[in-house]
């Protein structure tokens, strides 16, 4: 009986090890089932390289060009911001800061993770918006450089602690024979410390880079989503993810409409499948 | 012009203490922001009446309520799920190409955008399983989204307990499970609920995964069973952000400032439990 209870439980302690993979895979197929119906009536051509998202227009035009190009250009201003300032910050934290300062600034960091996107985004309305706009003298302040920096700020506390579990877990030996041999604390840190973490600090950037295409609420809240092709960062545009939050609730089930949001979800999906296997795979590098 | 090595190592230090500012000066005006508008507007009567005028006046109460009932649903599901997943990765697991996907699925869960949780869970819970837009929909699809959080917490803290545990209690003739319940999970509950708490704050603080499944815009009475729709804390702050025109700023920061002051709370709780757990380990 024993026996029996002891199998019966290592059996559904399998199973739940499993419910992640049957995760991933039913969150592919939801998103594929209704996604791929939108090909019957639309070529996968038009919709990934059409420069035209009307989807209200009659015929529907559903060109996710203006979309993506949107998501890229959000994604590449947050990144060049975020990067350098959490590498910055991530080396200040594990290599200089005094103790107390460490503490303050980790403490700081987490709570930067922990504001709600909802929350950066009233706060970005109401307060980086108007900065913007008075700066570059812009009819609105809602533009793709808004965006990127609140959501450079989002992607800083992940870049942070990544980097830094990457930093601290070079050997203290490497940083001891460099120091030993003559060079100073900066010699050592972007010439041995900095090229050892590579991996990590490789990892930290596509988790970063990851996180700034998947945010829906601020961005869509700061950007202006105007769904054209944008030119420069400081006209409004709009996000894959941003299109998907502000237009599903008012499509009608069944729709090509419908279809074509379920089938920027799939986009987005597969993107950010591909970069968090990248980062992985860079984490993974690293433990050999 | 050319730098002694310690004139540069000056420089680059004062640079990245530069940068480290630049990080951090946001979060203090973000709070102090948030602080000196949004608390003016909180009394009782605000965290505890219906909405009126539209939003436009009262309290925010049923938000509230909706995002702990949302909040407790996605404990209720995700915590079990995610702790036996974490017992089998650590205690039964071989290290083999399964147990090599599964934890590349949950570093994929982990970055799958928020909005796609939201659409995932309208297509399966709302629509395939016919939930319709409800609490039980809004909370399941929040506990996929937090498990990868919780079950990588709950990993680290069963294999932060000693490996001698389980050979004493092995030895003793107590079989596998009876260690892993016995032994193994009561010196790792502290570690497990701190990560959980983690993944409740972020779950409360989320909007995209709700907009479908669960988030009510406007309905000034509670839920009267998990089938019904609730409105949420979060989805209440963007309706009154954008959707809503002339909201007094007053009544915007004040759900602004309850929404962070619960996360917040969370996020509290969940480092007073780990700093006592490091105090108190007795190996």
């Known amino acids: ?23 991933v895979i039913l969150i592919f197929f939801f998103l594929a089932k209704d996604g791929l119906t939108l090909f019957k009536t639309v070529s996968p051509w038009h919709f990934l390289f059409g420069t035209l998202w009307n989807p209200l227009a009659e015929p529907p035009q559903v060109g996710i060009l203006p979309l993506f190009l949107g998501s890229l250009i959000v994604t590449l201003g947050a990144t060049v911001i975020s990067v350098p300032l959490g590498m910055a910050c991530a080396i200040f934290i594990g290599e200089i800061a005094p103790r107390w300062i460490r503490e303050l600034l980790k403490a700081g960091v987490e709570l930067l993770a922990a504001i709600p996107s909802i929350v950066i985004g009233f706060i970005g309305m109401t307060m980086l918006g108007p900065i913007v706009k008075n700066l570059f003298h812009l009819p609105t302040g809602l533009t793709a450089l808004t965006g ?8 800083i506390p992940t870049i942070v602690s990544i980097m830094e579990d990457a930093i601290s877990s070079v050997p203290r030996s490497y940083k001891e024979g460099s120091l030993a041999l003559g060079a100073t604390h900066w010699q050592t840190i972007h010439r041995v410390i900095i090229p050892a973490a590579s991996s990590g600090i490789v990892a930290a950037v596509m988790l970063g880079i990851g996180r700034v295409i998947g945010e829906t609420m601020a961005v869509m809240m700061l950007t202006g989503n105007a769904s054209v092709l944008p030119k420069t960062i400081l006209e409004p545009v709009r996000t894959m993810t941003a299109t998907i939050a502000a237009e599903m609730g008012e499509t009608v089930r069944g729709s090509e409409h419908y279809f074509a949001l379920f089938a920027l979800g799939l986009v987005l999906f597969v993107i950010t499948f591909f970069i968090n296997l990248a980062a992985d795979a860079a984490l993974h590098q690293k433990q050999k | 012009m050319k730098f002694s090595s310690q004139t540069k190592q000056k420089i680059a230090f004062m640079l990245l203490g530069i940068a480290s500012t ?29 909405p009126r005028m539209g939003m436009r006046a009262g309290g925010i109460f049923p938000a509230i309520m909706g995002t702990l009932y949302l909040v407790s649903g996605t404990i209720v599901v995700a915590l079990p799920l995610g702790v036996l997943a974490a017992i089998y990765l650590v205690e039964y697991a071989r290290r083999n190409f399964l147990t090599r996907m599964i934890e590349v699925a949950i570093v994929n869960l982990a970055g799958v955008p928020s909005v796609v949780y939201g659409l995932f869970g309208m297509g399966l819970f709302v629509i395939y399983l016919k939930m319709g837009v409800s609490i039980v929909a809004g909370a399941l699809t929040l506990a996929i989204m937090i498990l990868p959080v919780i079950i990588t917490s709950a990993k680290e803290a069963l294999q932060s307990v000693p490996r001698s545990f389980r050979e004493a209690s092995l030895a003793l003739g107590v079989s596998k499970w009876q260690t892993i319940r016995y032994v193994v999970l009561p010196n790792a509950l502290p570690g497990i609920l701190t990560g959980t708490i983690l993944g409740i704050s972020r779950a409360a603080g989320e909007t995209a995964p709700i907009l479908f499944t669960v988030a009510a815009f406007y309905l000034p009475r509670l839920p009267k069973s998990i089938f019904d729709q609730c409105m949420a804390l979060p989805y209440h702050l963007y309706v009154l952000s954008t959707q809503v025109p002339n909201v007094s700023p007053k009544i915007q920061y004040g759900t602004a400032l309850v929404l962070v002051g619960m996360v917040f709370l969370l996020n509290l709780v969940a480092v007073i439990v780990r700093s006592h757990i490091r105090s108190r380990k007795q190996w």
């Open chain 1, 148 to 155: 990127s920096l609140a959501l450079a700020f989002m992607a």
């Open chain 1, 1 to 23: 009986m024993r026996r029996f209870k002891e199998f019966l439980i290592e059996k559904i302690i399998l199973l739940n090890g499993f419910a992640c993979i049957l995760f």
């Open chain 2, 22 to 50: 630049i990080v951090i000066v946001p979060v203090i005006v973000i709070f102090t922001i948030l602080i000196q508008k949004g608390l003016p507007a909180i009394n009782w009567q605000f965290l505890t009446a219906m």
